[in-house]
Nanobody, 117 residues
Framework: QVQLVESGGGLVQPGGSLRLSCTAS????????MGWYRQAPGKQCDVVAT???????NYVDSVKGRFTISRDNAKNTVYLQMNSLKPEDTAVYYC???????????WGQGTQVTVSS
């Protein structure tokens, strides 16, 4: 059974930065495209960024130029560097295999990101 553990969230002022981490266990991590997703209160869970097994990142328009996704296959970990944070980035952030439709793996506990002055 795959387990996902996210960390790195917190409270930050607008314009600040955070680096999220997600470590996967129980799977051959390196062969899968991975993604970061977020869910704001009262909204659906949406993709933020994905990264292929070879390390190519893709981003939704709202975070392009501000967020960078990366991975370390030796550590079974995917990262999300978030710069120039905005209040609208406030959400619980999750990682999972990159997917459309139902998520392939069970969600982890997520990590809360709050952007507020």
């Amino acid at each position: 059974q795959v387990q996902l553990v996210e960390s790195g969230g917190g409270l930050v002022q607008p314009g600040g930065s955070l680096r999220l981490s997600c470590t996967a266990s129980g799977t051959i991590f390196s062969i899968y495209a991975m993604g970061w997703y977020r869910q704001a209160p009262g909204k659906q869970c949406d993709v933020v960024a994905t990264i292929t097994s070879s390390g190519r990142g893709n981003y939704v328009d709202s975070v392009k130029g501000r967020f960078t996704i990366s991975r370390d296959n030796a550590k079974n970990t995917v990262y999300l560097q978030m710069n120039s944070l905005k209040p609208e980035d406030t959400a619980v952030y999750y990682c999972n295999r990159a997917h459309s439709g139902p998520p392939p793996w069970s969600w982890g506990q997520g990590t809360q990101v709050t952007v507020s002055s």
